[in-house]
């Protein structure tokens, strides 16, 4: 079909969502993320942070600091980072995320299918673009990251 844009209606944009979601292979874990700043039109404090559901239907979450000059699209990519390294560590029985790398074992182990979800469009064209046509160092660690934590297709 056509492409939906902001055009269209707040339902057309929903159902085309779901739709395409609901096409993907089925996933192991689904994280949404999200960054934001005080004031976007300035540089400023910012922070992001993640909501993943597993497998087993647990729910967890993350959070960080992005910077005290940051823009929404630095905050998006480090909550990105966040999920992708806590995603490596593992969850405890609260979800938390485990602090330190020495639990490696307890996070989702081989490949998993994780399907991340974002808003940032200039994220998404950006981190579209592949590992090698990176141009921050942010794009670069969360193509390591994702690498690493052997997520296998962003969608």
Known sequence: G????????????????????QALP??????????S????RHLGR????????????CEHEGKCAAGARCTSYRAELHALIKFCD????????DGQPFENMELLELGLAG????????D???????????????RTVL???IWSALRISTVARLA
Request: charged fraction near 30%; glycine fraction near 14%.
């Open 46 to 57: 910012g922070g992001g942070g993640y909501v993943a559901t597993d497998y087993d239907g």
């Open 111 to 118: 490949e998993c299918e994780a399907r991340i979800c974002l």
């Open 139 to 141: 794009g670069q660690q």
């Open 120 to 134: 940032s469009q200039s994220a998404i064209k950006a981190l579209q673009a592949g590992p090698g046509r990176q």
């Open 86 to 93: 806590d995603l490596l560590r593992g969850w405890d029985d």
């Open 37 to 40: 700043v005080d004031d976007p």
């Open 26 to 35: 089925p996933m192991n874990i689904g994280a949404n993320t999200d960054g």
């Open 2 to 21: 056509r492409p939906v844009t902001k055009r269209h209606s707040r339902a057309e944009r929903y159902a085309a969502a779901r739709d395409t979601l």
